[in-house]
T-cell receptor
Framework: DAGVIQSPRHEVTEMGQEVTLRCKPI?????LFWYRQTMMRGLELLIY????????DSGMPEDRFSAKMPNASFSTLKIQPSEPRDSAVYFC??????????????FGPGTRLLVL | AQKITQTQPGMFVQEKEAVTLDCTYD???????LFWYKQPSSGEMIFLIY??????QNATEGRYSLNFQKARKSANLVISASQLGDSAMYFC????????????FGSGTRLQVQP
């Protein structure tokens, strides 16, 4: 079975440019999470979707960040305009949440973003 | 609110020996899960082991076992017979069954296995 797929794996861009990160969750998983990992803050949640609906976006830093999940097999995280402080590794994760049981989240390989 | 504490920034272990990585947690969720992930230098997050808060027995997965002590709110990872490939960052994490469903992570422990 294919795991969580993320693209691109690496992105280098200049300050002010728009960046779009993409994620395909594991088939059949109905929860999708975007996390960001930095040296200073560790791993932190940006946004969480359940059945394509955003449930918790409390971790989205500011209006420059937006995320969408138009269908069960695709999500995007967009940064516009990007700033050097956005440089981080962005992970997408998915889990088969059906209620009742706490399910495991499986992570994609991450997108390493560098904003110059 | 949920909180994960990993007090060991770095650990060394000799190859073939066992090592315990510490994790304590705090939550108000009555039902929750505890997880350990491995992050090698290549950067991916690899799921290792899961323990449910109502599971009666400690979880085991091959060389990994989770020493779950609910009353003490600890969920230590034990790696038996360490291998050089076990050198990596290890993160303890938890998520609840109600309210916040996202993972809350600890700060991680960097394990180095020496030959």
């Amino acid at each position: 079975d294919a795991g969580v797929i993320q693209s691109p794996r690496h992105e280098v861009t200049e300050m002010g440019q728009e960046v779009t990160l993409r994620c395909k969750p594991i088939s059949g998983h109905n929860s999708l999470f975007w996390y960001r990992q930095t040296m200073m803050r560790g791993l932190e949640l940006l946004i969480y979707f359940n059945n394509n609906v955003p449930i918790d976006d409390s971790g989205m830093p500011e209006d420059r960040f937006s995320a969408k999940m138009p269908n069960a097999s695709f999500s995007t995280l967009k940064i516009q305009p990007s700033e050097p402080r956005d440089s981080a590794v962005y992970f997408c994760a998915s889990s088969p949440d059906r209620g009742g049981r706490v399910e495991t989240q499986y992570f994609g390989p991450g997108t390493r973003l560098l904003v110059l | 609110a949920q909180k994960i504490t990993q007090t060991q920034p770095g650990m060394f272990v000799q190859e073939k020996e066992a090592v315990t990585l510490d994790c304590t947690y705090d939550t108000s969720d009555p039902s929750y899960g505890l997880f350990w992930y491995k992050q090698p230098s290549s950067g991916e997050m690899i799921f290792l082991i899961y323990q449910g808060s109502y599971d009666q027995q400690n979880a085991t997965e091959g060389r990994y076992s989770l020493n779950f002590q609910k009353a003490r709110k600890s969920a230590n990872l034990v790696i038996s017979a360490s291998q050089l490939g076990d050198s990596a960052m290890y993160f303890c994490a938890m998520r609840g069954n109600t309210g916040r469903r996202a993972l809350t992570f600890g700060s991680g422990t960097r394990l180095q296995v020496q030959p």
